[in-house]
């Protein structure tokens, strides 16, 4: 179980302490609730190109970097289709060092045109080199726009095209930043060998004083239900067929989740799961395959992929899959199969909690879903979970209109 305290200051940022006094480490995670999804559809990309910008300089802070790293710091970042979240590490008697560096741009960025310019640089030359340049990199820039028609997920946190981050200009830039990087859309967690007083007092200090921006109200358009199956076919310069499915599933919110993401490690956690026993062991179609869940906030999708042994056809593999697949709608799992992955997932659980910069950004997610208590209630959901749950979700998830299914086959 994990403790902590909270408390909100009064322009609107939720503040979490978790105190661990086995580590001599202090952890700052500052979640902004913002992702690709909150992105004007002609302007994709911006959560991602602020992922970097934010580390581009501050108002009263030239190199965010360096005085960090002189107090024996070091940070990261990362950005979903719903969130962008930024984290540091540093001795805890130099606690106070993040706080004003968080601060300083959660104030305001230095928007400099240099800075834009470098930052834009870099996420073009990401863009090439991640998603274009490499071997099945271009697959979910696809795979979204194939199972998504109308809702922001049908983009990737890279953006749709280069073009939108080339001709991002300083108004569109700072009309993103002053709309979501602010106290009221930000939850902080303080975590390691911490004083709740003391990050209580360092917070009033530091953040107090931000003005609190305006409340963002989403209003996204929905995906209808998906009512007929959908397939793209492409060649690539890679080494081997690839085979991707995905199928619209529920929210990370909603209670279905679990059955559905312990359905997915039924199917492919470890060597002795399904897709890996039959697939590649017994009828050797595969060289690897996989199922997981996306996770996402709004109605995600369920993705099975894998890569096909060589002389394999697509019609040989999509058919395989499907017959496993198949199975979960007619039959109830074993005992001893759910048993298994409730307990991996208990133990990844708490093997979660063991580092403290895990269990901050799990607090952030969890406050931001609700109430941060839910990291301690995570597990019992997952225990809970019955083999007529995993059944009927089968039999929601696993039909052919529901699925759209990406052909990805090598040169010749």
Known sequence: MIKFER???????????????????????????????????????????????????????????????????????????????????????????????????????????????VQRNVVIEEFKQ?????????????????????????????????????NAKMDDVKSFFNRFYNPQNAIMVVAGDVEFEKVKLLAEKWFSSIPRGSFVKRNLLVEPPQKECRSLTVERDVPQDAIYKVYHMCSRFDNEYYAVDLLSDILSQGNSSRLHNELIKEK?????????????????????????TKGVSMQQADEAIDLILDKFKLELVLDDELTKVKNKSEATHLF?????????????????????????????????????????????????????????????
């Not at 500052?30 to 559809?41: A, F």
């Not at 979240?85 to 928007?111: H, I, K, Q, V």
């Not at 595969?286 to 999708?301: Q, R, T």
Request: glycine fraction near 6%; hydrophobic fraction near 40%; include cysteine.
């Open 284 to 308: 050797k179609l595969f060289s690897e395959i996989n199922a997981y869940v996306m996770g996402d906030f709004d109605k995600g999708l369920f993705v099975v992929s894998g890569k096909l």
């Open 130 to 166: 991640r998603y274009l340049n490499q071997p099945y990199g271009d697959v979910w820039l696809l795979l979204r726009p194939l199972a998504y028609k109308v809702h922001p997920y049908k983009w990737d946190t890279i953006g749709k095209e280069i073009s939108h981050i080339e």
């Open 7 to 117: 408390f909100k200051l009064e322009n609107g940022l939720r503040v979490i302490v978790h105190q661990d006094k086995s580590t001599p480490l202090a952890c700052i995670n500052i979640l902004y609730d913002v992702g690709s999804r909150d992105e004007n559809p002609e302007q994709t990309g911006f959560a991602h190109l602020f992922e970097h910008l934010m580390f581009g300089g501050s108002i009263n802070v030239a190199n965010y970097d360096e005085p960090l790293q002189r107090v024996g710091g070091e940070n990261n970042a990362f950005t979903t289709n719903d969130i962008t979240n930024y984290y540091l590490t540093l001795p805890a008697e130099n606690l106070e060092t993040g706080f004003w560096l968080e601060s300083d741009r959660m104030l305001s960025l230095a928007f400099s045109e240099k800075s834009l310019e």
């Open 352 to 412: 979660g909690e063991v580092d403290v910069l895990n269990k901050a950004t799990n607090l952030a997610i969890a406050e931001l879903m609700g109430d941060a208590e839910l990291v301690n209630r995570e597990t019992e959901k997952y225990l809970q979970v019955t083999a007529v749950e995993i059944k009927e979700q089968a039999n929601v998830l696993f039909r052919k209109e529901n699925c759209s299914t990406l052909y990805y086959k090598a040169k010749v």
